[in-house]
């Protein structure tokens, strides 16, 4: 029986399965973060780390066969090296001695757990976004991923933002009234929207906190607000136009191809899976917008499986 690790290492936090050549998951663990472009090398590999505990703590020493993992910010070659050497490094993967260890993009693992295989395309738009696809030619093509201050268009931090933005612009007169303004002050016990200003700048809050307040614009779209709700049909152009990129870039109309849709920003009350695929359908007839089958950690579990 061989015995593999799965790894989702996100925006938001670290997922980690032991997985057996059966698929079957037999420990899971869940830590913090590990985009290394955001929060750093050290944070990130403290996070693997205790996802890898976690997940192997109820096992009797198993041998770990292979490791894959799928990092948010690992885009690049050059990244994936600094990456995996130090990881390779660290006493817990030394320990364990994987024969093979993988290191790739967080959207290929996400493509593989939440389709099963690895034709198709994933729509990832959690605290970040980036679209990648794969075709039965094994050629691929990816949009976006450039980060939050480059790109991200259509994740919860770009929603948060545009939705701050818009309440402190209603606020000044500069855009029609919008129930966000009351929204955030209750969320963030404000005694006034110009508060804002000591949350966002002076409590050192990172990209992750600020797209925890995405739900608030969801919440505010979903009661009717007019803004809001223009904030989440922006989000969705962006990303039904950066997955028309991928598909008239790899794809052709020949058989039905599967967009999975993963992220919590697809997860919200607004229906904005709905509205993405409405759109999308639009354009491509023969697509099929799905939830994910599995989640991402299991995607990286399936490849590492495929490793052997």
């Not at 998951?25 to 590999?45: D, F, H, K």
């Amino acid at each position: 029986m061989n015995y593999v690790l799965g790894i989702d290492g996100g925006g938001s936090k670290t997922v980690c399965v032991l997985m057996d050549d059966n698929r079957q998951v037999l420990g899971r663990g869940e830590a913090g973060p590990s985009n290394y472009q955001s929060i750093g090398i050290a944070a990130t590999l403290k996070s693997i780390k205790s996802a890898i505990q976690e997940a192997i703590e109820i096992t009797n020493n198993v041998k770990i066969s292979a490791i894959c993992l799928g990092l948010a910010g690992a885009g690049r070659a050059a990244d994936i090296e600094i990456i995996k050497k130090l990881i390779q490094e660290l006493p817990i993967v030394r320990e364990l001695q994987p024969a093979n260890f993988i290191i790739c993009n967080d959207a290929l693992i996400a493509l593989l757990g939440g389709i099963s295989h690895d034709v198709g395309i994933v729509v990832a738009a959690g605290t970040g976004s980036i679209i990648f696809g794969r075709n039965h030619q094994g050629k691929t093509k990816r949009v976006g991923g450039w980060g939050y201050i480059l790109g991200d268009e259509g994740s919860a931090y770009k929603i948060a933002v545009a939705g701050m933005q818009a309440a402190l612009k209603a606020y000044d007169g500069r855009e029609i009234s919008t129930s966000l303004v009351e929204d955030f002050k209750q969320h963030l016990s404000l005694t006034n929207i110009e508060d804002l200003i000591e949350v966002i700048y002076r409590r050192g809050w990172g990209v992750k906190e600020i797209a925890a307040l995405a739900p608030i614009v969801d919440f505010a779209a979903a009661s009717g607000d007019e803004i809001a709700n223009q904030i989440i049909d922006n989000a969705v152009n962006e990303l039904v136009k950066a997955t028309s990129t991928v598909i008239e870039a790899i794809f052709n109309s020949e058989s039905i191809l599967e967009v999975v849709t993963t992220g919590s920003v697809w997860r919200g009350r607004c229906k904005m899976q709905e509205r993405f695929a409405t759109s999308i359908v639009r354009y491509f007839s023969f697509v099929r917008v799905i939830y994910p089958r599995h989640e991402p950690a299991m995607g990286a579990g399936l490849l590492a499986l495929q490793s052997l």
